[in-house]
């Protein structure tokens, strides 16, 4: 259970990110991707200071770091993929919740169904549905849905709150790959190819064993 680029990326794509501090809905100050000063990281030094893209993504990925760790304390004991390890973090850093949420104990259980039906009761507000949708074909069916971009706003109002209109779609991956490192993806197997190698090697084997019988 790492922080792979793929799995920060897939948190992230579900975000926007903003490079200088701005106020959130209830007027909290955050800056990057949603970070709060309560994740021990002071975003009020950001107001009207915007910073480098790569720099806002560092701080996020040192933030992500922290809320892995109660992922894994949540599933010790239990193998994740690496799509299923993203579809939790995810889920708890959109609402803080991997420790209460009761689908985590159906799926350790292996009650997959009942697992995924109070997975998606996590719908409130209405406009999370399309991610909480996302995070369980992840979660359930292996499916990411990352493009390697996240949607940044690039100007705020005088109140210091996002102008809407300024979103724009900005490439991660290459910075993302940067302060993970880069990792390969394993080569998918052919069963097919696996099978006529065992066939080889016993071929082989029976053949070694007839020469000194």
């Excluded at 009942?114 to 406009?127: I, L, V, Y």
């Excluded at 910075?175 to 016993?202: F, N, V, Y």
């Amino acid at each position: 259970m790492e922080i792979t680029p793929r799995v920060a990326m897939e948190v992230a794509s579900h975000e926007g990110v903003v490079r200088q501090a701005y106020k959130d809905s209830v007027g909290v100050w955050t800056w990057s991707v949603g970070l709060t000063s309560a994740t021990g990281h002071n975003v009020r030094r950001y107001i009207d200071n915007p910073q480098p893209l790569e720099k806002c993504l560092s701080i996020f990925v040192w933030a992500l770091n922290n809320y892995a760790e109660a992922v894994r304390a949540e599933f010790e004991g239990h193998v994740m993929s690496e799509a299923q390890f993203a579809a939790a973090l995810s889920f708890h850093w959109n609402t803080g919740a991997i420790r209460s949420a009761s689908w985590c104990d159906y799926w350790k259980a292996g009650n997959m169904a009942e697992a995924r039906e109070r997975f998606m009761q996590w719908r409130k507000p209405s406009e999370i549905i399309p991610r909480r949708t996302a995070e369980a074909k992840l979660l359930f069916d292996g499916v990411w849905s990352s493009d390697g971009k996240m949607t940044e706003y690039t100007r705020l109002t005088s109140n210091h709150t996002p102008v809407w209109s300024s979103a724009q779609r900005v490439e991660i991956d290459d910075t993302l790959q940067r302060l993970l490192g880069s990792t390969e993806p394993e080569a998918p197997t052919d069963p097919l190819a696996e099978i006529a190698a065992i066939r080889a090697a016993l071929n082989r084997l029976e053949a070694q064993l007839g020469e000194t019988a």
